[in-house]
């Protein structure tokens, strides 16, 4: 995505949404939440905490609410 003219265009916090989102359902109970009924809104915030970590981990500087 980097290479080419639109990948070097992208924000930096429109690639922390995407990464978010992506260890949002790969990495965390969100999508069987969503599947047992919960709310999205609400899942997101159970699972919020957890995607913020793995983030960190990454050594992704990260605003609050990433995970949302």
């Known amino acids: 995505v980097g290479r080419s003219a639109a990948g070097r265009a992208l924000s930096e916090g429109a690639v922390v949404s995407a990464v978010a989102a992506s260890v949002r359902h790969l990495d965390t109970s969100y999508d069987g939440l969503l599947m047992g ?30 995970g949302h």
């Open 37 to 66: 009924g919960v709310p999205r809104r609400q899942a997101r915030r159970r699972i919020a905490a957890g995607v913020e970590t793995v983030l960190r981990e990454w050594g992704w500087e990260t605003e609050a609410g990433a």
